[in-house]
């Protein structure tokens, strides 16, 4: 069983900055491909970012391209979200999930989610 505790959300302003990191726990961290998914309110949860284990291979949501930068740390066990020029449209709650072997691109798919953090930007 692996536990994800995510951190470091929080209100910023439009075209504000703001780092979300997620602690893995419970597994072998070096196994998982890991991702951020988002939910907005009345929405259902998207897709944001994607790193392969070795941290080699990322893809992003379109929106959030060149503004968000997902990375990893295997040696603390940590996947981060560095989110920068955010918009009104990027508040949502954030979740951090090991992705499944047999993702399929952009698919809402975890096989392990954290609680969620809240990000909430103000225009």
């Known amino acids: 069983q692996v536990q994800l505790v995510e951190s470091g959300g929080g209100l910023a302003q439009a075209g504000g900055s703001l780092r979300l990191s997620c602690a893995a726990s419970?597994?072998?961290?070096?196994?998982?491909?890991m991702g951020w998914f988002r939910q907005a309110p009345g929405k259902e949860r998207k897709f944001v970012a994607r790193?392969?284990?070795?941290?080699?291979?990322?893809s992003y949501v379109e929106s959030v391209k060149g503004r968000f930068t997902i990375s990893r740390d295997n040696a603390k066990n940590t996947v981060y979200l560095q989110m920068n020029n955010l918009k009104p449209e990027d508040t949502a709650v954030y979740y951090c999930?090991?992705?499944?072997?047999?993702w399929g691109a952009g698919e809402a798919a975890a096989d392990y989610w954290g609680q969620g953090t809240q990000v909430t930007v103000s225009s």
């Open positions: 999930a090991v992705i499944p072997k047999d």
């Open positions: 419970g597994g072998t961290f070096t196994m998982y491909d």
């Open positions: 790193i392969s284990w070795s941290g080699r291979v990322v």
